[in-house]
Nanobody, 124 residues
C-alpha cells in the first residue's frame, strides 16, 4: 500500500513557476514508477509526466514538454513536478500516482495509487 500526498499548488500569474511535490509513504517507493496527471474543470483527467523508478526514464505530454520537469528523490520518498512558463490552460487539479510496473506508462489505467490532488490556477 502506498499513500500519496501532493503539495505546492496555488495561484500564479501566466509566465510564472510552481513546483509540486508528492510525498509517498511506504518502504517500496523506489520500486514504483510515478506519474503526474491533471484534470481541468469540465474535462477528463490527462497525463502530464511520468518517471521511472530510477529516474532514468521520463515521459511528457506534448503540451508541457520543454516547460515542465519531473524528478524524484528516492531517499526522501518524494516526486516533484517543476512547472515553468505557466499558461492559463495549465489550470487544473494536479494528481500524482504510483505504478508498480517498471514501464513508464502514460495511461492512468496503469496506475495503482493516487493522491488527493492539489489545485493549480494560472491567471492571465
Amino acid at each position: 500500500q502506498v499513500q500519496l500526498v501532493e503539495s505546492g499548488g496555488g495561484l500564479v500569474q501566466a509566465g510564472g513557476s510552481l513546483r509540486l511535490s508528492c510525498a509517498a509513504s511506504g518502504r517500496t517507493f523506489s520500486s514504483y514508477a510515478m506519474g503526474w496527471f491533471r484534470q481541468a474543470p469540465g474535462k477528463e483527467r490527462e497525463f502530464v509526466a511520468a518517471i521511472s523508478w530510477s529516474g532514468g526514464n521520463t515521459r511528457y505530454a506534448g503540451s508541457v514538454k520543454g516547460r515542465f520537469t519531473i524528478s524524484r528523490d528516492n531517499a526522501r520518498n518524494t516526486v516533484y513536478l517543476q512547472m515553468n512558463s505557466l499558461k492559463p490552460e495549465d489550470t487544473a487539479v494536479y494528481y500524482c500516482a504510483a505504478d508498480r510496473s517498471i514501464v513508464v506508462h502514460t495511461s492512468q489505467e496503469n496506475y495503482d495509487y493516487w493522491g488527493q490532488g492539489t489545485q493549480v490556477t494560472v491567471s492571465s
